[in-house]
């Protein structure tokens, strides 16, 4: 088995008389870990066991070869797994907006996605949801979210059990006179803007608010108002693909967090083990929104 840089620098500290020894029972635990090279946790991991073992700290849980047995489908996957080897049942997409310097960017997807890992993190989501789980935990039981930086969710919130997009509402301002220079109608991909008479008309049902009409105006007839988010719910694809679900269309990053808080306590208060969409659909999205 191969051994990383620091592993091999950790195995060089042991005496030599008991290299042999260190070296298998540490590849045994990171085989068992489902990883093909030995890293530092590993080495480190193995020696706490061996510790525990001599009875000098807490025992090991009882629970950890059920969890592996469980786990075995999962680690066929890198990516149900951080780089220590511990199980992470969620994952989170962001779209690229900020790398690329995206023209559509209304907000950093990743600052939020950061609070919303946070948040999965202290509820401890994983260990939850692994022991409610009985047999195999497999792919699908898995927590998938998306963040995008604009409406145009390039992140594929509409498909994800929790998707969310920023999103910048414009309004117009009485105060500011349009000087009809029509580029607020030229840039709305949506038609959703009439110019006549120096007066301006948004149609919000067909405003998907990009917040791009605003940024345009050189009068500051139209002003765009505060950043926020728009939270959907319930996405998926595969045999019964679904579109996500409104579940709130406007909301400030302290609601998104919330949201977040009330579907995991779905998901883990069930006691079956039934997608969340069927979730969804059983208690009903109206039923949802009242508990945020
Ligand atoms: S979702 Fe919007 S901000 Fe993000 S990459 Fe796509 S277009 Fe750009
Ligand atoms: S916010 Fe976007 S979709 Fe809405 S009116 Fe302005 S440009 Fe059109
Ligand atoms: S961009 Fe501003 S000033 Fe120009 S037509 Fe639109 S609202 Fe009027």
């Known amino acids: 088995m191969e051994w990383d840089k620091s592993a091999s620098l950790l195995l060089e500290k042991v005496p030599p008389f008991i290299q042999k020894t ?38 090991i849980t009882k629970q950890q070869p059920k969890h592996n047995e469980k786990l075995s489908v999962l680690r066929k996957y890198s990516k149900y797994f951080d780089e220590n080897g511990n199980p992470v049942l969620y994952h989170i997409n962001t779209c690229r907006g900020t790398e690329v310097n995206c023209p559509f960017l209304i907000t950093d997807p990743k600052i939020l996605a ?30 998938k979210l998306a963040v995008s930086g604009c409406p145009n969710s390039c992140s594929m919130p509409q498909i994800k059990d929790f998707g969310v997009h920023a999103i910048e509402s414009v309004y117009v301002d009485p105060d500011c006179e349009c000087i009809e220079c029509m580029k607020c109608v030229e840039t709305c991909r949506e038609d959703a803007i009439t110019v006549k008479n120096r007066q301006v008309v948004i149609d919000k049902e067909k405003c998907v608010h990009c917040g791009l009409c605003a940024k345009v ?34 909301a400030d990053e302290a609601t998104v967090l919330k949201a977040l808080v009330a579907c995991i306590d779905i998901i883990l ?18 039923e949802i929104k009242k508990r945020l």
């Not at 093909?36 to 480190?44: H, K, L, R, S, Y």
């Not at 946070?118 to 935990?137: A, D, S």
Request: glycine letters at 6%; a positive charge.
């Open 114 to 143: 950061d609070k919303l890992r946070k948040r999965l993190e202290e509820l401890n989501f994983t260990e939850k949801l692994i022991n409610k789980i009985e047999g195999h935990i497999l792919p699908h039981h898995t927590m």
């Open 269 to 286: 208060t069930n006691k079956t083990e039934r997608h969340f969409r069927t979730l969804i659909e059983q208690l009903g999205i109206e």
């Open 217 to 250: 105006c050189p009068a500051g007839s139209i002003k765009a108002e505060e950043k926020k988010y728009r939270v959907m719910i319930g996405g998926k694809v595969g045999r019964h693909p679904r579109f996500a679900l409104d579940l709130l269309p406007t």
């Open 22 to 59: 260190v070296r298998e029972k540490v590849e045994t635990l990171a085989r068992n870990r489902g990883k093909d090279i030995v890293t530092e946790a590993d080495v480190v991991a193995a020696r706490e066991a061996f510790m525990n073992k001599s009875g000098s700290q807490q025992p």
